[in-house]
Nanobody
Framework: VQLVESGGGLVQTGGSLRLSCAAS????????MSWYRQAPGKQRELVAT???????NYADSVKGRFTISRDNAKNTLYLEMNSLKLEDTALYYC?????????????WGQGTQVTVSS
């Protein structure tokens, strides 16, 4: 599966951004999709996950501010980010986790930069 993120940019604190991740290839293999982020000097962390049933899970740091969604018809993953904080600045990556029967590994996008300024 190939993943291409878009929608990152520079925004002031309190602002909003919407990230997109377009998937192509063996998308039928995709079970769960997630957004991760990595700030300079820090480890990559899980931001939010949505599974094929539509259930979602969020990191405590983004609960109530970020919303993950998935349009299966368009093979696109979204992350709506509101009330952005300085600490949300990071490179955001899209991840696709395959069903076990696909015998495949996780796929990653190249990342899209989100920078929040005061």
């Amino acid at each position: 599966v190939q993943l291409v993120e878009s929608g990152g940019g520079l925004v002031q604190t309190g602002g909003s951004l919407r990230l997109s991740c377009a998937a192509s290839g063996d998308t039928i293999c995709i079970s769960a999709m997630s957004w991760y982020r990595q700030a300079p000097g820090k480890q990559r962390e899980l931001v939010a996950t949505i599974v094929d049933s539509g259930s979602t899970n969020y990191a405590d740091s983004v609960k109530g501010r970020f919303t993950i969604s998935r349009d299966n018809a368009k093979n696109t993953l979204y992350l709506e980010m509101n009330s952005l904080k300085l600490e949300d600045t990071a490179l955001y990556y899209c991840n696709a986790h395959p069903f076990d029967w696909c015998h495949a590994l996780d796929d990653w996008g190249q990342g899209t930069q989100v920078t929040v300024s005061s």
